[in-house]
Antibody
């Protein structure tokens, strides 16, 4: 089945950098797309982007392109979401999620069928 | 404001059949697959429906998805108290080149 374990909650100040992680187990990490989804407090879900750890192929939402960096190290079955300079508006819960087996692509972007999710990492940015 | 419109709330009684709708446009629902997620309070989302009407393993057949034109629906039959959650539709938007989520519908089981 597989599991995703995310890093613990973070409290940061505006302007600081941050890298959160998502470690997979129980499946061949390099063979599945791993996506990131943001949920701001009391709000809905937003697709941020996705990475294929096997070759680090990455796609971003236009809203997050240039604002975050998605990366992965398949040797340790871990994906990352990184900020160079946090804003207060980055305060949110961030989820990583695994694509279903046999996922298709839509206009070159993997479909948004995530069957395994991490528990979420809460990021709080406050001065 | 999302390009996909969902009613903010819905309700039903145990055993009832409820439908949650998602309205879009020709650049998203009409031409692309729709997906549905359930999010129980304080938990990560769960995939309920993919590619309009497919259920992942483990999702009961009480949940079903359909699409017609620029609208899609998630139907839940035999409503149970544990179905009380937020439900989100999501689809690729050709104009925005991004996966867009609906604003979510909060389902209350009375």
């Amino acid at each position: 089945e597989g599991q995703l374990e995310q890093s613990t909650a973070e409290v940061k100040k505006p302007g600081e950098s941050l890298k959160i992680s998502c470690k997979g187990s129980g499946f061949t990490f390099g063979n599945y797309w791993i996506g990131w989804v943001r949920q701001m407090p009391g709000r809905g879900l937003e697709w941020m982007g996705i990475i294929y750890p096997g070759d680090s192929d990455t796609a971003y939402s236009p809203s997050f392109q240039g604002q975050v960096t998605i990366s992965a190290d398949k040797s340790i079955s871990t994906a990352y979401l990184q900020w160079r300079s946090l804003n207060v508006s980055d305060s949110a819960m961030y989820y990583c999620a695994r694509q279903i087996s046999g996922a298709i692509t839509i206009f070159g972007v993997p479909e948004i069928a995530f069957d395994v999710w991490g528990q979420g990492t809460m990021v709080t940015v406050s001065s | 404001q999302s390009v996909l419109t969902q009613a903010p709330s819905a309700s039903g009684t145990p055993g009832q059949r409820v439908t949650i709708s998602c309205s879009g446009s020709s650049s998203n629902i009409e031409t692309n697959y729709i997906y549905w997620y359930q999010q129980l309070p304080g938990t990560a989302p769960r995939l309920l429906i993919y590619r309009n009407s497919q259920r992942p393993s483990g999702v009961p057949d009480r949940f079903s998805g359909s699409k017609s034109g620029t609208s899609a629906s998630l139907a839940i039959s035999g409503l149970r108290s544990e179905d009380e959650a937020d439900y989100y539709c999501v689809v690729w938007d050709d104009s925005l080149s991004v996966w867009v989520f609906g604003g979510g519908t909060k389902l209350t089981v009375l």
